[in-house]
């Protein structure tokens, strides 16, 4: 199958709807990765997603929609949902519901909730007003592969597997959307993302549950509340270490680090914050954003991991950010793709 990279225009989006109308799969950006589409409502098209990822079956989708007025079809929202809706929709929040028939097993891989946002991106929200259905998508990397943040990134890992990919440019936010279960008693967020703990507790005025495995790994046993927290995510081959500690210590810890990999024979490099580029030119610096703007990280950070693997990188040390508003979705995202392997420098 030929994969068309196609500018977002009214030719291209008419196509999009087309495709999507006849169940087939499209790329499209959103505010926060490009998503991989197809019609809620269509079984086979939601299975075929799966294929072109080589995503688990058990790892379910969220359904993206441009107008509230699509919810009624597909679910059932409790009055407090609609407090967050008004606040945060269009934008990157999805928001676990009750799910009606309409949406097949499949999407939900089988569970009684179907996840649910309305992303605020133009090109996302004009392919889904052009096709006027809900529309299931993952990130659309391949399964275990870093998000995609630019259609380059979709070509690299979908090209020849899917009909088209809508260019609509870098997305803004880089991370996933905030995945939120009301579903359960204590609001509690699933897999952290742009819309924060604080900025959803200002609304809700009241605490905001973490889900256990966010910052660390899952304990063996310990059911996974988002079946997606289960994979290994986001990995790059590379072996990858975090180093925590006092400014000094992690940046000569960083140093040593790397030069110890090097002798190995191993290749190595450093993620590090822009204010320290300079220090680390010697360790082969990959610049993740400033220390004082966690946005500029997450914005970053997938195409940084993306491209160790382009660089054949075997040993990779990053510096962290606090794992707070935003940091806490970076630190979630660095986390898993070191393997949550933590080193506290001294
Ligand atoms: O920002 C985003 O959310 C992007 C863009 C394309 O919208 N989409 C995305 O989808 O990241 P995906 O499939 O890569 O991640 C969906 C996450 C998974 O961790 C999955 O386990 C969780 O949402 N999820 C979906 N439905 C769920 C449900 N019913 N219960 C618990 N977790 C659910
Ligand atoms: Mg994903």
Known sequence: MKTEVLHADRHSLALAADLLTSGRLVAFPTETVYGLGANAEDRDAVLSIFQAKGRPADNP???HIHDRSQLNRICIVPDKAEQLMDAFWPGPLTILFEKLPVIPD???AGLP??????PSHPVATAMLKACNLPVAAPSANRSGRPSPTTAAHVLEDMDGRIPLILNGGPCEVGVESTVLDLCHGVPTILRPGGVTKEMLEDVLHEEVALAGSILRP????EK???PGMRY??????AVVTLVEGTEDAVLSFLKESYRQASRRGEKACVLCFSEHLDTLRECCPHEIGSRNHPEEVAHRLFSVLRSLDDENMESV???VIPPEGVGLAVMNRLGRAAAFRIMHAE
């Not at 909730?113 to 309305?118: F, G, L």
């Not at 899952?218 to 046993?221: E, S, V």
């Open 61 to 63: 989708l969220i359904v």
């Open 224 to 226: 996974a509340l988002s």
């Open 218 to 221: 899952l304990q063996p046993g």
């Open 113 to 118: 909730t179907v996840a649910v946002r309305m």
């Open 106 to 108: 499949v999407v939900t």
């Open 317 to 319: 040390f990053s510096e």
């Open 232 to 237: 290994q995510h986001y990995a790059p081959r």
